[in-house]
C-alpha cells in the first residue's frame, strides 16, 4: 500500500515539474496561485479569516470543486475529502455516518450556515447527510479536532459546515437535468441575483432512482430494488438598508422517500419497507455595525424541525410480521455573537447562545408473539453557553486563537472548554508552522436522559454527564513555486473519556473510553491555469481502549487524488480515485457475533463537462469505474459501475 501511494505522489511531483518547466520557458507571466492558500474561512474562528491565518486543519470545497465533481449530495463530496470516512447502509438515502479523524458520528456536528443540524431524536443525536443535496450550496468547510469552544456540544471530532448560496448580480435562471444507472433521473431549477440593496436565491430539486438492494445482492435472498425520492426546497434573501445593516433569512426543506431493507446480509432483504423522512431549516439574522464599523453583533434566530415515519407492513415474505415508528423533534437556537476590532492586531469574538430542543417517538410492532408498543413521550432540555476568543496578529507572520467557553446543560450540568491555536508563518520560505490543543463536549441525548425502561431493566439515565475530549494537532504546509506547489503534513491525537454506553444492568451509563491518533498528508500543484493535481493521505489508528480494540468501520489508511484538466476555456476533464483500506466490522448474521475484517477497495471516478457557450454545459459522471465489489458495512449493498449524462443552462 505505501509503495503505491509514494509512486503516484513522485508521478504527480515529476508531472509536476515537467509541466512548471514547460510553462515557464512558453511564459514569464505570474499565475493565479492555488486557491486552498489565499482562501477566506468562517467556521474555524467564527468570522471571515484568510487561509494562511489559520492553524487548524480545514478543508474547503469551494463551488468552483463542486461544479468540477458533478455530485449530488454533500456525502458523496465528504467521501473525497482529508481525514473523512464515510460508512452508508446500501445506496443513495441510506442511513449514513460520518466519522471525523475515528471520532464517533455524533460527534461530528453539521451545521448550515452556521446553524447545527444535528437531530434531537436520534438516539446519540447525530445527523445523517445522505439526504443533503447540493442545490443552492455555496461552499462547504471541514473543521478537524475539537470544536467546543466556538461551537458547544457535540463537535468532539470536527464541525462539516454547509454554507448556501448568495444571490448576486443581474439575475440568472439556471437549470439542470441528468439521468443515467439504476434508473436515476434528477431535476434541479434556481434563480439568483440582486436589485439594490435586495438580494435572493432560489432554488429546488428532485432526484429519483431505483437503486439497488440495500442488502445486497451479493448474499442469497436480496433481489429487490431499494429506490429513493428528495424533493428540496430552498431559498436565501437579504437585506441591506445602510451600510451599517443588514438582515438575511434562509429556509430549506427536505421531503424524502427510501425504501429499506430489515437488515445487511441473506434475506434481508423487504419489499414494502419503507421510510418517510421530512425536515425544515429556518434561520434569521441581523448583523449590524458600531463605533465606526469597530463593533459588529450578530443575532441569529434558527429553528429546526423533523419528522421521521417508518412503515412495515406484512409481506408474502413476512406473512406475520409488521411494524411502524415515528419520530418527531424540533430545536431552536438564539446566539448573540460580537465582534470588537480592537487593533490590528486583535479581534475579540464573544457571545452567549440560547437553545431548547425537544423530541418524542413512537414505535409498534407484530408478530408471532404478539403486539408490541413502545412511546418515548415529549421531552425536552434546554443550554445555555458562553464563548470568548482573542484573534492575534503580529507583523503578518503570528498568527492565534486563544478562547474558552462555559456551558450549562438543563439535566446534564456545566462543561467548560478550551482551545489555543497559533501558527507562524515564513515568508522567506512560504513555510507554515501550525498547532492547536483543545478540548470538546457533547451532552447527553433526550433518549439517552429519558428512555423508558423495559421489563429486562432501565434504559434511559438522568444522572449522565458529558462526554469529554482533548485533543491536539501540530504540522507544517510548504509553498513553493510562486504558490503553485503546496504539500503538508499533521500529525494529530484525541482522546475521549465519560463516553456513553449501554449496560444490560444499568442502562446508559458513562464508561467508556477510545482515542485516536495518526497523521494527515496533502499535495496540491497547479502548474498552470488548466491542470490541477491534489493528493491527500490519513493514517489514522483509533481504538477501543477499554477493550484495547481498534474501533469498527475505521481505517487505518486512507488515500485519494485528483486530476482536473481544463481545455479549450469550455472543457473539463477531472478524474479522482479513492484508495479505502481494511477495517474491522462486527458480522451479525451469525450467533454470536463475530468481528471480522473488511478488505480493502478503490474506487476510479471521472467527470467531464463542456461549455458551447455561456448559457449551455453538457456533463457525463463516471462512477466506480473498475467496477469495484466492496463493501462500507457488512453486508449491505454499493454500486458497480455506474454511468449519467446530463445538461446544464444559464441565462
Do not use: C
Request: aromatic share 12%; glycine share 8%.
Amino acid at each position: 500500500m505505501f509503495k503505491k501511494i509514494f509512486l503516484i505522489v513522485l508521478a504527480l511531483i515529476l508531472l509536476f515539474f515537467n509541466t512548471y518547466a514547460e510553462e515557464a520557458q512558453e511564459s514569464g507571466k505570474k499565475k493565479k496561485p492555488p486557491s486552498l492558500h489565499y482562501d477566506v474561512v468562517v467556521t474555524a474562528t467564527r468570522i471571515e479569516t484568510p487561509a494562511r491565518e489559520i492553524a487548524s486543519s480545514i478543508t474547503v470545497i469551494t463551488r468552483e470543486d463542486l461544479e468540477r465533481m458533478k455530485k449530488s449530495t454533500v456525502l458523496e463530496v465528504l467521501n473525497e475529502v482529508l481525514g473523512v470516512t464515510i460508512v452508508q447502509n446500501g445506496g443513495t438515502g441510506g442511513a449514513a455516518s460520518v466519522l471525523l479523524r475515528g471520532a464517533n458520528s455524533e460527534h461530528t456536528l453539521v451545521m448550515m450556515d452556521g446553524v447545527e443540524l444535528n437531530d434531537p431524536i436520534t438516539p446519540s443525536r447525530s445527523y445523517d447527510l445522505a439526504h443533503f443535496s447540493l442545490d443552492d450550496i455555496e461552499r462547504i468547510e471541514v473543521l478537524r479536532g475539537p470544536q467546543s469552544t466556538l461551537y458547544g456540544s457535540d463537535a468532539l471530532g470536527g464541525v462539516i459546515n454547509i454554507i448556501s448560496r448568495k444571490g448576486k448580480g443581474k439575475a440568472k435562471v439556471r437549470f439542470s437535468s441528468y439521468g443515467g444507472s439504476f434508473g436515476t433521473i434528477t431535476g434541479n431549477a434556481g434563480i439568483s441575483g440582486s436589485v439594490d440593496k435586495f438580494d435572493y436565491s432560489l432554488g429546488t430539486s428532485y432526484f429519483h432512482n431505483a437503486g439497488f438492494s440495500s442488502a445486497s445482492t451479493a448474499y442469497k435472498g436480496n433481489k429487490e430494488e431499494d429506490g429513493y425520492r428528495n424533493l428540496t426546497l430552498s431559498a436565501r434573501f437579504g437585506y441591506r438598508p445602510s451600510s451599517n445593516l443588514d438582515i438575511n433569512f434562509i429556509v430549506r426543506s427536505l421531503d424524502t422517500k427510501i425504501d429499506i431493507d430489515n437488515f445487511g446480509g441473506a434475506y434481508g432483504d423487504d419489499p414494502n419497507n419503507i421510510q418517510d423522512y421530512r425536515a425544515l431549516f429556518l434561520k434569521g439574522e441581523i448583523r449590524r455595525l458600531f463605533l465606526q464599523n469597530r463593533w459588529e453583533q450578530k443575532l441569529i434566530l434558527s429553528f429546526v424541525n423533523y419528522n421521521r415515519k417508518y412503515d412495515n407492513p406484512t409481506d408474502a415474505s413476512h406473512p406475520l410480521d409488521s411494524d411502524r415508528s415515528k419520530f418527531k423533534s424540533k430545536l431552536w437556537k438564539l446566539d448573540w455573537q460580537h465582534n470588537i476590532f480592537l487593533h490590528e492586531t486583535s479581534t475579540l469574538t464573544f457571545g452567549a447562545e440560547y437553545q431548547q430542543e425537544q423530541g418524542e417517538s413512537e414505535y409498534h410492532s407484530e408478530g408471532v408473539w404478539g403486539p408490541f408498543s413502545s412511546t418515548f413521550p415529549l421531552r425536552k432540555s434546554h443550554q445555555k453557553g458562553f464563548y470568548i476568543q482573542d484573534q492575534i496578529r503580529i507583523k503578518d507572520q503570528f498568527f492565534a486563537a486563544v478562547g474558552a467557553r462555559f456551558d450549562h446543560h438543563s439535566q446534564a450540568g456545566t462543561a467548560v472548554t478550551y482551545r489555543i491555536a497559533p501558527a507562524y508563518f515564513i515568508k522567506q520560505t512560504g513555510t507554515k508552522l501550525k498547532a492547536t490543543y483543545g478540548s470538546g463536549f457533547k451532552s447527553p441525548s433526550l433518549y439517552q436522559l429519558y428512555a423508558p425502561g423495559t421489563a429486562w431493566g432501565p434504559i434511559g439515565n438522568e444522572n449522565l454527564e458529558p462526554e469529554k475530549s482533548t485533543g491536539w494537532d501540530a504540522g507544517v504546509e510548504q509553498y513553493l513555486f510562486q504558490d503553485k506547489l503546496m504539500f503538508g503534513a499533521t500529525y494529530f491525537k484525541n482522546s475521549f473519556e465519560n463516553l456513553i454506553d449501554f449496560d444490560d444492568v444499568q442502562g446508559f451509563i458513562n464508561i467508556s473510553k477510545s482515542s485516536s491518533k495518526g497523521a494527515e498528508f496533502i499535495f496540491q500543484a497547479q502548474p498552470i491555469k488548466s491542470i490541477l493535481i491534489t493528493a491527500s493521505y490519513t493514517r489514522n489508528e483509533a481504538m477501543d481502549e477499554d477493550e484495547n480494540t481498534p474501533l469498527l468501520r475505521r481505517p487505518k489508511d486512507k488515500f485519494t487524488s485528483m486530476v482536473n484538466y481544463g481545455f479549450l476555456e469550455k472543457g473539463n476533464i477531472a478524474l479522482s480515485l479513492i484508495y479505502v483500506g481494511e477495517r474491522e466490522d462486527m458480522d451479525f448474521s451469525i450467533w454470536p457475533s463475530k468481528r471480522v475484517t473488511l478488505p480493502s477497495y478503490t474506487l476510479l471516478n471521472a467527470t467531464a463537462s463542456f461549455n458551447f457557450n455561456a448559457n449551455i454545459q453538457i456533463f457525463g459522471r463516471l462512477d466506480n469505474v473498475l467496477n469495484e465489489k466492496y463493501e462500507m458495512i457488512k453486508g449491505y449493498g454499493t454500486s458497480g459501475f455506474s454511468a449519467y449524462g446530463g445538461v446544464k443552462l444559464v441565462f
